[in-house]
């Protein structure tokens, strides 16, 4: 009996330890097992990022080709802008000396039928130099605005910005514009404001007088009135007509060149630039332009300008008014003309000797030094044109005669250079401008001014 107890213990004992070996053996497994998946992961995850490379390799060769291939269209692009650049730079130099050189005969030309004019005393002649006039005017209204155009795009004008009062501005477009409504019997109203503006005041005037001259262009019947007022924080300049009005899809286009509509019956139809100078203008100044318009109803067209306080506007010298001057004290004074272009010359010596002038014409510095014992006498005036030959200048011609003569005698310079500079180079010797083509009223009145 013990010796079958005993037995028993002990088979309890083996397959006590045989179940706890199993335990072990399994746990071992276990382990084994995980530590070879961890291996094939880690297996898997290096060739995944081979992998990955490779393509992160291709991706970056492609992104290098393609950056290449930007780089090369940029190049091209950049040559090509630079070419389009040096293209439109000389078309608009090109355009400016072109137009500057055709206002040198234009001049001749209006000079010679104003002399005509004096000269002839048929009704019949007058009618047609006074059409020959008009011609003239849109000749020279074409180039003005070509010229402007030009200055533009080749950035030869550049705008100058400061407080600018509209009272005697508004005055200047009514005396200049009345006229030419009257003429086509419609009335024009311009208010008159003490209200100060910023902007470009050349720039600015152009700007007003194209938006007159269009109006009264298209307007048939009726007027044509400009106001101003201020509208939260800019100036809004109006300018309304009673025209025909204007279609809506035709409102953008109008602003572009040569775009023009229909004239009055007492007028021409321009040559389509006038509202693509406005525009043009406006933007270089940032001032805004809108235009409100309806068919048969008239157009108004509107422009935003930031305000000015009245202290900052600028001491600035008026121009002369022809109809405030007096015309007489021209018979027998002496002008000394200096004027390279022979046509110009000519047309001029003749217009002033119709006013009963006695002219010397010359063509340069020493030319005008040798010949001023021709007027018997120190000039009462000199008239010289801006640019001379070979690179003179009339205004040290100026100053050179009156150091001659050792007198300060009264000059004027005319010029068909329009540039700011031009200008201002003129105002700094003190000396009035007349630009080309010069109209005989203002060269009478300014002449008649100088005199007196």
């Not at 213990?9 to 179940?19: F, I, K, S, V, W």
């Not at 497994?29 to 094939?40: I, W």
């Not at 306080?309 to 004074?333: F, I």
Request: aromatic letters at 4%; glycine letters at 6%; charged letters at 25%.
């Amino acid at each position: 009996m013990t010796d079958m107890s005993q037995s028993s213990d002990t088979m309890d004992q083996l397959q006590r330890e045989a179940a706890k070996l199993r335990k072990i053996n399994a746990a071992l497994m276990s382990r084994v097992e995980r530590s070879m998946d961890q291996q094939l992961n880690a297996f898997s995850l290096f060739e995944t990022a081979i992998a990955l490379d490779h393509k992160v390799r291709d991706r970056t060769h492609q992104l290098r080709e393609a950056l290449h291939s930007v780089e090369r269209a940029n190049e091209g692009l950049y040559r090509a802008k630079q070419q389009a650049e040096a293209a439109s730079s000389l078309k608009s130099s090109v355009l400016i000396s072109v137009t500057h050189d055709l206002l040198q005969p234009l001049n001749a030309a209006r000079l010679t039928l104003s002399a005509l004019t004096e000269m002839m005393e048929s009704q019949e002649a007058g009618l047609l130099i006074d059409q020959a006039d008009r011609s003239l005017l849109m000749l020279e209204d074409l180039l003005r605005s070509l010229l402007e155009i030009a200055k533009l795009d080749a950035g030869a004008l550049k705008p100058d910005v400061h407080a600018i009062a509209l009272a005697p501005l508004f005055e200047q477009l009514r005396n200049e514009f009345e006229p030419i409504a009257a003429r086509q019997g419609l009335s024009l109203r311009i208010r008159a404001s003490q209200l100060v503006v910023r902007s470009d005041a050349m720039m600015l005037r152009r700007i007003l007088q194209n938006l007159l001259a269009n109006a009264i262009r298209y307007t048939r019947s009726g007027g044509v009135v400009m106001g101003c007022r201020p509208r939260g924080d800019r100036i809004c300049i109006q300018v309304s007509d009673t025209g025909p009005g204007i279609a809506q899809a035709q409102q953008e286009a109008i602003f572009r060149e040569f775009q023009r509509g229909e004239a009055s019956a007492a007028d021409q139809a321009g040559f389509g630039l006038g509202l693509s100078i406005v525009r043009r203008f406006a933007t270089v100044l940032g001032h805004k332009v809108r235009l409100s318009s309806q068919i048969g109803r008239g157009s108004t067209f509107s422009l935003e300008l930031e305000p000015a306080d009245l202290t900052e506007v600028r001491d600035e010298v008026h121009e002369v008014k022809p109809a405030e001057q007096h015309y007489g004290g021209l018979e027998g004074a002496k002008i000394l003309l200096i004027e390279n272009d022979p046509n110009g010359s000519e047309a001029l010596a003749a217009l002033l000797e119709g006013w009963g002038c006695d002219v010397a014409t010359t063509r340069s510095t020493a030319d005008a030094l040798l010949r001023l014992n021709e007027l018997g006498g120190a000039p009462d005036a000199i008239i010289a044109d801006l640019h001379l030959d070979h690179g003179e200048s009339g205004l040290s011609a100026i100053a050179d005669v009156r150091e001659h003569l050792k007198l300060d005698t009264p000059a004027m310079i005319i010029t068909a250079d329009y540039s700011e500079k031009a200008a201002k180079e003129a105002s700094r010797h003190g000396l009035e401008v007349l630009k080309k083509p010069i109209r005989p009223a203002e060269m009478r009145a300014l002449l008649s001014f100088l005199l007196s």
